[in-house]
Structures are given as C-alpha cells and as structure tokens.
C-alpha cells in the first residue's frame, strides 16, 4: 500500500497560506485548498491516522471518505508516497 503524510503535502503545497484568504470546501483539492477540475481530479482515500492513499486501499474504520485532488498534487502524493507493506 503506498501511503504519504497528509500534513506534509499540505505545507509543500501552501494548503493553510491559500485556506486563510479563500476558505472554500466545495470541490476542492484535499491537499492545497484550490477548487479542482472535475475531468482531471483524482481521487483519495484520507485516513484517521493522518496518511492518504490509493482508493483502492480498504482501511476498515480508520478510513475518513475518500475527496479529490488535482491533477498537479496528484503527482506531488505519487512522488511522495512510500510502500508501506504492513496491513
């Protein structure tokens, strides 16, 4: 299961920064705040524990609901996360 650090995401991308001056939710990306295209987000899987993932991935309870990412911070998680083969 690949996996990376929502957190960490969020900084490199100025998630807070953008978030203070336009605060939307709507169809935003998970990971930088910005409103997303629908025909190029992705989608992902958030977890409890503070990681995202695959959509794929079955986290059981720990998963929050999967959202969308655009298309460049999907790229940035992809780079980003690591295999982590403990389930």
Avoid at 21 to 49: A, F
Avoid at 61 to 70: A, I, K, N, T, Y
């Amino acid at each position: 299961m690949k996996k990376a650090e929502l957190e960490t995401l969020r900084e490199a991308a100025g998630y807070w920064t953008y978030m203070e001056t336009h605060n939307e939710h709507v169809e935003s990306c998970l990971i930088c705040g910005r409103p997303t295209k629908p025909h190029t987000q992705k989608i992902i899987q958030m977890s409890i524990s503070g990681f995202i993932t695959d959509v794929d991935v079955e986290l059981g309870d720990d998963s929050q609901g999967c959202f969308p990412v655009g298309k460049t911070c999907y790229k940035n998680y992809l780079k980003a996360a690591k295999e982590d083969n403990q389930e």
